[in-house]
């Protein structure tokens, strides 16, 4: 029997004692390797953890006078770049602006406008005869331009504006309180019955972080005294006596209540021109209507049909908080404002804009739809919204024609008459600017904006029938 053992002094191939080798040198290899990026994973938790821990670093120390959001901006770079992107001008189908080349004058430097609303729609002249809008409406750039677009619109040289506007228009909290001499309501009240110029020398930037952020703690807080004293009248209305803001809020409530100290509507109260929010019977456009009609108050007599007409303010908040989205708690800033995560922060985008600019963040959070499925439920809700905005445009631009037409004729005999059509009138375009001056083309509510223009056409017919009926 032949058992062929080798001896043990034969030689181990050469072939063989290098693929060992090789297979060594590649198992210490990976142990490497993977040490290495085991070891930078538990590093980048690390340092993730410490950024989580750490949202930023205080670079500079602000107060509550710190107005410039430059120095904001080094505590808090990521939103500070998003905050400067509001300068960006992108149209959506049925919002934001175009970038207009201008030949700068000096009575207005700039060199870049938005497009005109009156171009697009010579009918806005016809129904805003006689007022200042009727001159100069563009469409609405981003917040970076708010004040600026306020202080040079043709609309300052047909009418001296108060200085109420800068409300809306700039950062005037630390302005208030310096007027006030520390007292916000005092120098509310001080720059409301100012001329406009007079008051802008008063401010600097247009809104900025004071105006949303307690300085100390970043906590989101109401700095309008208008919308401070208008949800305030508005929940008295609701049973809810001594109601503060800034105290009985929620917080998800105040990412929509900061938004709402500017996009809604309002009116100039008396000599004094102090500003108030119609809401002391609730927020519905029929509820602002028989307040401004308890009050007498009226904007301006319209130039055609002599009527007593109102001139609807952006009432972006009081048209969502009748649609779908205000009804399942969800705010302004969930849209307009998502939240995005830079490194392992996640913080409020503030490059504020359109949501189908930004359907990722603002909209697949929830809506677990594609993009194009999503933008295309938003425009055929928008595209039904403008059909029927086309009809009562008409509708209230034909009443105007037949009173114009009726008072040349001297139905002022008929006073009556003239009268139930001059008041079929203030309804019907106020029904209709409540959704034109509103900038969702009826998204935030689309069966309330629908409603409104029925209306709308329903007052425009009333109106024409009590003018065929008084001759």
């Given at each position: 029997m032949n058992n062929a053992t080798p001896a043990p002094d034969t030689p181990i191939p050469e072939s063989v004692r290098a693929r060992a080798f090789r297979v060594a040198l590649l198992t210490i290899g990976v142990a490497v390797g993977v040490s290495v990026l085991g070891f930078a994973f538990l590093v980048t938790i690390i340092e993730r953890k410490q950024e989580a821990k750490n949202p930023f670093f205080r670079v500079v120390e602000l107060d509550d006078r710190t107005e410039d959001p430059v120095l904001w901006g080094k505590n808090f770079p990521f939103q500070y770049d998003e905050y400067r992107r509001t300068v960006d001008q992108v149209r959506t189908k049925y919002g934001g602006s175009e970038a207009l080349p201008r030949t700068p004058s000096e009575a207005d430097p700039r060199s870049i406008v938005a497009q005109s609303k009156l171009e697009e729609d010579p009918r806005l002249k016809v129904l805003w005869a006689g007022y200042a809008f009727a001159v100069d409406t563009r469409e609405d750039r981003g917040h970076a331009y708010m004040l600026e677009d306020q202080t040079f619109t043709a609309r300052q040289r047909v009418v001296q504006q108060p200085g109420t506007c800068m409300h809306c228009h700039a950062s005037v909290y630390v302005p208030y309180l310096k007027l006030g001499e520390g007292d916000l309501f005092k120098g509310f009240e001080k720059m409301n019955a100012m001329p406009w110029a007079e008051a802008r020398q008063h401010v600097r930037h247009p809104v900025t972080c004071i105006d949303c952020h307690d300085s100390q703690t970043l906590a989101l807080r109401i700095t309008r005294?208008?919308?401070?004293?208008?949800?305030?009248?508005?929940?008295?209305?609701?049973?809810?006596?001594?109601?503060?803001?800034?105290?009985?809020?929620t917080r998800q409530e105040m990412r929509s209540f900061v938004c709402a100290q500017c996009h809604v509507e309002y009116y100039f109260q008396g000599p004094e021109k102090r500003l108030v929010y119609p809401w002391a019977k609730g927020l519905k456009a029929e509820e602002q209507l028989a307040y401004y009609d308890a009050v007498g108050h009226r904007d301006w007599v319209h130039a055609e049909s002599g009527a007593p007409v109102l001139k609807a303010q952006h009432p972006e908040f009081e048209l969502w908080n009748q649609g779908i989205h205000a009804r399942s708690g969800v705010a302004c800033a969930d849209c307009h404002m998502p939240f995005k995560r830079v490194g392992a922060t996640k913080i409020t985008d503030h490059h504020v804009r359109s949501p189908m600019l930004n359907v990722a963040h603002a909209c697949q959070t929830c809506h677990k739809w594609p993009e194009a499925e999503l933008k295309a439920r938003v425009e055929t809700i928008q595209d039904r919204t403008f059909q029927m905005r086309n009809a009562a445009m008409d509708a209230v631009v034909e009443l105007i024609a037949d009173l114009k037409a009726a008072r040349a004729a001297g139905m002022a005999t008929h006073a009556t008459a003239l009268l139930r059509a001059q008041e079929h009138h203030r309804r019907a375009q106020w029904f209709l600017d409540f959704v034109e001056a509103e900038n969702s083309m009826g998204f935030h509510a689309p069966q309330e904006a629908a409603r409104l223009l029925s209306e709308a056409i329903n007052e425009a017919r009333k109106g024409q029938v009590a003018i065929r009926d008084g001759r």
């Open positions: 005294p208008g919308f401070i004293e208008g949800i305030a009248a508005l929940k008295a209305a609701q049973g809810v006596k001594g109601y503060d803001v800034n105290r009985d809020a």
